[in-house]
């Protein structure tokens, strides 16, 4: 499968972006899709994790009630929409599918098999 993430950018804190992800090639019924992000000088940290079928989500505490992982099944897509970002938010964003779902859980990037490129987001003070 190959991931194209798209909607990175330039905005103040206090904004809002909103990433998308689009899969082709093979997918699976019963697998996840995530957001991690990588900072400059930092090791990837989990963002948030999505399952294809029924919907399920995760989210890493620090943007949890600010960002909202979706999914459009129809077009293999998953989003992130990006509320009330900060100056921390600032990250290489990249999306991942995993040949999996979990109930609970899902944020190791060793579980997700296929990696996008990447899309830069900066947030300014």
């Known amino acids: 499968v190959q991931l194209q993430a798209s909607g990175g950018g330039l905005v103040q804190a206090g904004g809002s972006l909103r990433l998308s992800c689009t899969a082709s090639?093979?997918?699976?019924?019963?697998?996840?899709m995530g957001w991690f992000r990588q900072a400059p000088g930092k090791e990837r940290e989990f963002v948030a994790r999505?399952?294809?079928?029924?919907?399920?989500?995760y989210y890493a505490n620090s943007v949890k009630g600010r960002f909202t992982i979706s999914g459009d099944n129809a077009q293999n897509t998953v989003y992130l929409q990006m509320n009330s970002l900060k100056p921390e938010d600032t990250a290489v964003y990249y999306c991942a599918q995993a040949q999996r779902a979990w109930s609970y859980g899902g944020s190791l990037a060793r579980d997700f098999d296929s990696w996008g490129q990447g899309t830069l987001v900066t947030v300014s003070s």
């Open positions: 999505i399952n294809w079928s029924g919907g399920s989500t």
């Open positions: 090639g093979r997918t699976f019924s019963n697998s996840a």
